[in-house]
T-cell receptor
Framework: GAGVSQSPRYKVAKRGQDVALRCDPI?????LFWYQQALGQGPEFLTYFQNEAQLDKSGLPSDRFFAERPEGSVSTLKIQRTQQEDSAVYLCASSFRSNQPQHFGDGTRLSIL | AQSVTQLDSHVSVSEGTPVLLRCNYSSSYSPSLFWYVQHPNKGLQLLLKYTSAATLVKGINGFEAEFKKSETSFHLTKPSAHMSDAAEYFCVVSGGIQGAQKLVFGQGTRLTINP
């Protein structure tokens, strides 16, 4: 498809486990963003890539959260030693350039038991 | 710092009647403002975008929004609601460094359409 693709759509993990969430942006999009959306809240910014460079990671809530985009295309958000408060929908967005509208994927719903 | 406040957490209207979703913004410089819609278990879809061109912005599905600098508002309207409009709506301001459009979201307004 032509949109932003995220996998898995749903992920259940036990507290303390590590998880990895994948984002396939729209082909050719330079900018990639990760957001966290808690239940009943608006999305909150986590981190931003321009190509493979992570230019802003000010929104990552702790050092347990790590994101990468090694080849400037697919990105992975990793959460180590998950905790219950990490339960949320994680949204990925991409844009052709940083000042262009962002296109969102359907998100990964993460539940930590 | 930039922020948006959505004044209503829930709006309920009858099908065929007008829709008004209210949003006030705070920005230290000329902002870019957006409205996004989110249907259940789906991602966010851009409805419309304001970037200091015309103050009245027309979007998809019959929605429009008016930028009022004097009132720091960017309310979303639609003349006639349709059942398919039922969703969560987010008012968004761009806030970033060096041109990056880090989006700052409001808390959302849930729109319910009554038959």
């Amino acid at each position: 498809g032509a949109g932003v693709s995220q996998s898995p759509r749903y992920k259940v993990a036990k507290r303390g486990q590590d998880v990895a969430l994948r984002c396939d942006p729209i082909s050719g999009h330079v900018s990639l963003f990760w957001y966290q959306q808690a239940l009943g809240q608006g999305p909150e910014f986590l981190t931003y890539f321009q190509n493979e460079a992570q230019l802003d990671k000010s929104g990552l809530p702790s050092d347990r959260f790590f994101a990468e985009r090694p080849e400037g295309s697919v990105s992975t958000l990793k959460i180590q030693r998950t905790q219950q408060e990490d339960s949320a929908v994680y949204l990925c967005a991409s844009s052709f350039r940083s000042n262009q509208p962002q296109h969102f994927g359907d998100g990964t719903r993460l539940s930590i038991l | 710092a930039q922020s948006v406040t959505q004044l209503d957490s829930h709006v309920s209207v009858s099908e065929g009647t007008p829709v008004l979703l209210r949003c006030n913004y705070s920005s230290s410089y000329s902002p870019s403002l957006f409205w996004y819609v989110q249907h259940p278990n789906k991602g966010l879809q851009l409805l419309l975008k304001y970037t200091s061109a015309a103050t009245l912005v027309k979007g998809i599905n019959g929605f429009e929004a008016e930028f009022k600098k004097s009132e720091t508002s960017f309310h979303l309207t639609k003349p006639s609601a349709h059942m398919s409009d039922a969703a969560e709506y987010f008012c968004v301001v761009s806030g970033g460094i060096q041109g990056a459009q880090k989006l700052v979201f409001g808390q959302g307004t849930r729109l319910t359409i009554n038959p």
